[in-house]
């Protein structure tokens, strides 16, 4: 029913007429109620307004790129999912990032809320202005701003098509991998928007393992430069995915990988889905890792067999997989029998290679184009996007067509098998009243089978506007508010895309503050007597509002800053004593703490709380009496970064130490965050698999430290760094809440992603009580090339490894003095090379074959020797840092290119002693970290460093001290140049208003 007001009608009812009909009608009233509301005083004073600000508008990117006439609107409003439709009052096409800073500070002045649109494919209602807001297209936005074919990167703007980006690097041997179904019409800006997935994110992940750095611009026009390899918290990876929510990318730089050199495509038919399904997890758990794993049913197969997409499927079976594997021809094919052999033992009907190149592709456009294809099935149909953990596939398909049997609706499914992400098609009729009501309720259903499941609500379409209801689903009150904070951080306007993804939470005040754009801050947002004034109108008291404190407000009646109680330990031990047991509370570890001419350093405790229960109520008694906190796993990295202000509590989880779950057919495992690396991967070699970090330690690192650290080793570019695999956790927060991130399926975009938040915080913002990593096989067999010969011969012989793309998991350069520490003597002044390659048997022997030739090809060397039993080597590689009393130790991050130019420099800069220097380069990934003993001249010091550090950033990257003394840490900031300082001063401010953890440390936010 539509009732447009001001106009002598009557109600028109439109019930039984399509959604097309319906929206013809809607739009030609619209078009009618304008011209009759001209003749209101009121209606004329907001056509006035919207007159200036389209005007407005126009200046600043000329009039033929706003749209703002209704019949120029109606395709955007809405996106790919019809069932939704909200006109905006604009749409304007910026050409630029600084156009679309000018567009986002004119609409800022005016108070109205936008929503970022790329090409309209989402499929979640996210491109969608409410509240009749304007829509920011940047679809004119299209160029290729530059290629680095040397270090695999592309820079974009976003309105750049997703396949085009492969088809502009192509000569180069170079791709872009993230490819959802729509990739030949979406945009990179919609793909970082919902972090897009796709057919081959089963082996390389999504797209925010893609995106290295983004620009991006914030709701009041600031343009920042957010990047992966930056210090501080991860702002790139929580942008990813959050929806236009917290700003618009307008660039992006992209990580490109090399073309396969070999690919199989297998098509395995199955009499039933239940056998296709158990074979899914078969492959998985055998330790397999194909590139892609799909599944079509029957009906979808008989429906593009019937379309423009037919590929030759058998019409009379129950399911298909297509699994594609890639990598180097050696060993491939013996890969691909291990899968045949698999399907055939779950009775897969048959299962054979593609023929060719050809019909490689007519498998492929049959599984991109089945969404095309269910429109064969029924007019309408609503697809569903939810994900399972792989083992459980079995059951809840069959629970799904049970689903659809009960309501009496057509079902049919086409999904990434290999990630357990379902897309469910119910078709239907929407000129049905009684059919659309079904549909809701089996959808909701549907949704709810899948979260009992252990899943989610969404692996890549995103919450947008449509599953917002759905979110408290997954997530409580409590774990949504924490992303309200964050949200509120990036975008205190609360113009970005307003009324997307968080539902409104029962007694939060902060959600109605962020629901409703037109209403802006009083007073501190979330201060207690916070307050909002609608634009226009009154004041209106947020009564129910969450207590909330800035930096400078009470606590328990002390102050949280200059007016705080001095810590007492016996005080506290009292009260400590009744939560953990005094037995489980001493006196804590030794950390540098900032000095303060107005007060004395107190003592300090260290409690070990022995439950997650126990963590929360030490915090929350933390939180009363304003203690500071410092979070402990083995104290490997305790100092790390500048010197703490104050050190009161140093809460341990070495009691946290319980192995909790580890499905192999999930590729999935869970502990709580005091259980070694060590210990949780010699617990997962048991099922064949691993979590595969090697952070610089001695093997006592916890993985609540490398994650808080967010440091890996080595074989980081083999591999990853933490943010790769960590897919859930559970966090203590300053008031002893606890929250909440991600889940337990290697896919999942409900809600903004908190692990990237936490990962690398340094225990700045929580203590991380438990997490969920996704995993990899163990690999069959790990080989190590060593060589030994001078700098530039090493270089030389590291770029045509490189040129050859023989895939190395870690290549790395040991200083002399270093490879003697590791029990490898070298040449005073030779560099040693350290080469690893991992995989299946085949392969690795023929990377080392290749690998060993091109090194005595270069005929320059003093040595080659290949180390088969390697673990240890490594092992050793990782712990040089412990093994050094004494030492400053500073790492820089660079372009892979440029490590040698780099580690010229750091050479010429220590003349005296960089032969005898212990060091060591990462020469595929730009990590470089140095040792050196520290001397009474910190002034010398500083001043190299400081020259290093400028370099380092001319570069377009960082150097951090990760060890030294605390005089060293005064003299110079431990963590250099930080982009978007004041977004992650708001971010610490929004999730410790207290500064309880680790004060000090960031220096540069507080």
Request: hydrophobic share 40%; with cysteine.
């Amino acid at each position: 029913m539509f009732r447009i007001h001001d106009c002598k009608t009557e109600p028109i009812t439109l019930t039984g007429y399509s959604e097309q009909i319906k929206g013809v009608v809607y739009h030609c009233l619209v078009r009618q109620a304008a011209k009759i509301n001209l003749s209101s005083p009121a209606a004329r004073t907001n056509q006035n307004t919207l007159d200036n600000l389209v005007e407005k508008l126009r200046a600043i990117v000329g009039r033929g790129a706003v749209l703002s006439e209704p019949s120029e609107l109606i395709v955007y409003e809405c996106d790919g999912l019809p069932q939704h439709k909200y006109p905006p009052r604009a749409v304007v096409f910026p050409s630029s990032t600084e156009q679309t800073a000018e567009v986002m500070r004119a609409l800022a002045d005016a108070g109205v809320p936008f929503t970022p649109r790329g090409a309209g494919t989402g499929l979640s209602g996210g491109a969608l202005a409410l509240d009749r807001g304007v829509v920011i297209e940047l679809a004119r936005m299209r160029k290729v701003l530059s290629i680095d074919e040397g270090n695999r990167t592309v820079v974009v703007q976003t309105g750049v098509v997703n396949a085009h980006v492969s088809k502009a690097v192509a000569h180069l041997g170079l791709h872009y991998v993230p490819d959802p179904s729509s990739q030949g019409t979406c945009t990179i800006g919609g793909n970082i928007a919902e972090n897009a997935g796709g057919i081959h994110c089963l082996k390389y992940g999504t797209t925010t393992d893609h995106v290295i750095g983004a620009r991006v611009v914030l709701a009041g026009g600031e343009i920042v430069d957010l990047r992966s390899s930056t210090t501080g918290y991860d702002l790139l990876g929580v942008f990813v995915g959050s929806e236009g929510t917290f700003g618009i990318a307008t660039e992006a730089t992209l990580r490109l990988v090399p073309v396969p050199p070999a690919v199989r495509t297998l098509l395995a038919e199955f009499p039933e889905v239940n056998d296709a399904s158990h074979a899914v997890s078969a492959i998985i758990a055998a330790g397999v890792m194909p590139a892609a794993l799909e599944m079509m049913d029957g009906e979808i197969i008989r429906a593009v067999e019937a379309s423009v997409f037919t590929a030759g499927l058998s019409l009379d079976i129950g399911a298909a997989l297509l699994v594609e594997l890639d990598g180097i021809e050696a060993g491939i094919d013996d890969e691909a029998e291990r899968v045949k052999s698999i399907c055939l033992e779950y009775r897969a009907r048959s299962c054979r290679l593609a023929r060719d190149e050809t019909e490689r592709k007519k498998l492929w456009a049959a599984r991109k184009g089945a969404f095309g294809a269910v429109g064969r099935i029924a007019p309408d149909s609503m697809i569903q996007d939810a994900v399972v953990p792989r083992s459980r596939l079995p059951e809840v398909l069959a629970a799904i067509y049970g689903i659809a049997s009960k309501y009496d609706l057509r079902l049919a499914n086409v999904f990434h098998a290999g990630d357990g992400n379902l897309h469910p098609f119910i078709c239907f009729d929407s000129r049905s009243p009684e059919q659309v009501r079904r549909v809701k309720e089996a959808g909701r259903e549907l949704m709810e089978t899948c979260v009992n499941a252990g899943g989610t609500i969404t692996g890549e379409h995103g919450v947008g506007l449509d599953k917002r209801d759905y979110l408290p689903l997954i997530f409580s009150d409590d774990d949504m508010d924490t992303m309200l904070r964050v949200r509120a951080a990036f975008d205190p306007t609360r113009l970005c895309n307003p009324g997307k993804i968080i539902p409104m939470l029962r007694g939060c005040g902060e959600a109605r503050i962020l629901s409703e754009p037109r209403a802006e801050a009083t007073g501190p947002l979330h201060g207690a007597e916070s307050t909002l004034k609608p634009r226009g109108g009154a004041s209106l008291k947020e009564v129910d509002a969450p207590e909330r404190h800035s930096l400078s407000a009470l606590v328990g009646g002390k102050a949280a800053e200059s007016g705080r109680q001095p810590f007492d330990p016996d005080y506290a031990t009292k009260h400590l004593s009744a939560i953990v047991g005094e037995a489980n509370i001493s006196a804590s570890p030794h950390l540098p703490v900032s000095p303060s001419p107005s007060r004395s350093v107190p003592a300090s405790l260290s409690v070990t709380p022995g439950s997650i229960a126990e963590a929360c109520e030490v915090m929350k008694l933390a939180s009363r009496e304003g203690w500071s906190i410092v979070p402990a796993g083995a104290s490997t990295w305790l100092n790390a970064g500048n010197p703490i202000e104050r050190v009161n509590i140093v809460i341990s989880t070495a009691r946290l130490n319980q192995f909790l779950d580890h499905e192999p057919a999930d590729l999935v495992a869970s502990a709580q965050a005091g259980v070694t690396l060590t210990d949780f991967n010699e617990t997962l070699a048991r099922g064949g698999q691993w979590l595969p970090l090697d952070p610089p330690d001695n093997g006592r690192a916890t993985l609540g430290g490398v994650v808080a650290t967010g440091l890996a080793g080595v074989q980081r570019c083999g591999y990853g760094m933490p943010r790769n695999f960590v897919i859930g956790m559970r966090v203590v927060l300053p008031d002893g809440k606890l929250v909440k991130a991600g889940g337990r399926v290697v896919k999942n975009v409900a809600g903004y992603d908190l692990c990237k938040l936490f990962t690398g915080s340094y225990g700045t913002l929580g203590l991380i009580a438990e997490l969920t990593f996704k995993l990899r096989p163990r690999p069959a067999k790990e080989v190590t090339v060593l060589a030994t010969g001078s700098f530039e011969a090493i270089l030389r012989v590291v770029q045509s490894v490189h040129e050859a793309r023989l895939f190395p998991v870690a290549v790395e350069l040991v200083s002399s003095a270093l490879g003697h520490q590791l029990g490898i003597e070298t040449t005073a002044g030779d560099v040693l090379l350290l080469a690893r390659f991992a995989g299946i048997a085949k392969t690795v022997s023929y990377q080392l074959e290749e690998a060993t030739a091109l090194i005595r090809d270069a005929g320059e060397f003093a040595s080659i020797e290949i180390e088969s039993n390697d673990r240890d080597l490594w092992r050793r590689l990782a712990a040089s840092a412990t093994k050094l009393d004494e030492i400053l130790s500073w790492r820089a991050g660079v372009q892979p290119m440029q490590v040698g130019e780099f580690i010229k420099i750091v050479k010429d800069t220590y003349p005296d002693s960089f032969s005898e220097s212990f060091w060591h380069a990462g020469i595929a990934d730009g990590c470089v970290r140095m040792m050196e003993e520290l001397d009474a001249d910190t002034a010398e010091h500083s001043r190299r460093l400081k020259l290093l550090r400028m370099i380092a950033e001319s570069f377009g990257g960082s150097l951090i001290i990760e060890s030294g003394t605390e005089a060293m840490k005064l003299a110079m900031d431990a963590w250099g140049n930080r982009r978007s300082a004041d977004l992650t001063k708001r971010i610490k401010a929004e999730l410790d208003p207290q500064n309880l953890f680790s004060p000090g440390r960031l220096s540069c936010i507080e």
